[in-house]
């Protein structure tokens, strides 16, 4: 009897090991499999609903050449994470966020379609972004992959899209924004079914 009195008097000793011992590890292999910048793509989706392991899967059976990874990861999973989100290479938000978000994401002359002589022209016509957002931010710096009106869009299989047009933007401290790889997967993106 006296024994179980002890470990029960020591439980919560145990359990808060246990919840270091399960982060410590989480985070040490986080460290061991993750690849450097310069080769994954890192996605960030301002979305309500996203198969976000599945929808990496789907891209990176066409990853761009010198690609080892591409992340895909909701907002709320940057508090939980090493990464940090002003690195990451392309962000997809909704008309409302944009301007919240202004300075983490590339502007239409900030080479975001530089890379490998593209062009916005090459991009989606039908999503092509050319509104502009409330707020005196242009979203034409981005390319719209969701509207709302026609419920069309990119990658629709894998992404729960509110009721507003959502736009993809590449991100402005991107390391793939000189050598095209982010505006690659940004294509895969917005052509998705």
């Known amino acids: 009897m006296r024994f179980l009195k002890n470990v029960f008097s020591q439980l919560h000793s145990f359990v808060l ?3 270091f011992s399960a982060v410590f590890w989480g985070w040490i292999f986080t460290i061991v499999t993750d690849a ?8 960030y989706c301002y979305v309500s609903e996203i198969r976000d392991k599945d929808l990496a899967v789907a891209l990176e059976e066409n990853r761009p050449e010198g690609i080892r990874m591409i992340k895909v990861h909701p907002f709320d999973y940057v508090m939980m994470n090493i990464e940090r ?8 938000l909704p008309q409302s966020r944009i301007e919240t978000y202004a ?27 050319s509104d502009t957002a409330g707020g005196g931010v242009d979203s034409s710096a981005g390319f719209r992959i969701y509207d709302a009106a026609s419920d069309a869009g990119g990658a629709l299989s894998y992404i729960g899209y509110g009721d507003e047009d959502y736009y993809l933007f590449l991100g402005a401290r991107s ?16 052509d998705m079914k």
């Open 17 to 19: 090991w246990l919840m």
């Open 36 to 43: 450097p910048a310069e080769e994954k793509v890192t996605v």
């Open 85 to 92: 989100m002003e690195d990451g290479d392309i962000f997809i």
């Open 103 to 129: 300075e983490l994401l590339a502007d239409a002359d900030g080479g975001a379609a530089a890379g490998n002589g593209m062009d916005r022209g090459d991009m989606s016509d039908s999503m092509d972004g």
């Open 175 to 190: 390391v793939h924004l000189e050598d095209g790889k982010a505006l690659e997967v940004a294509r895969q993106l917005l």
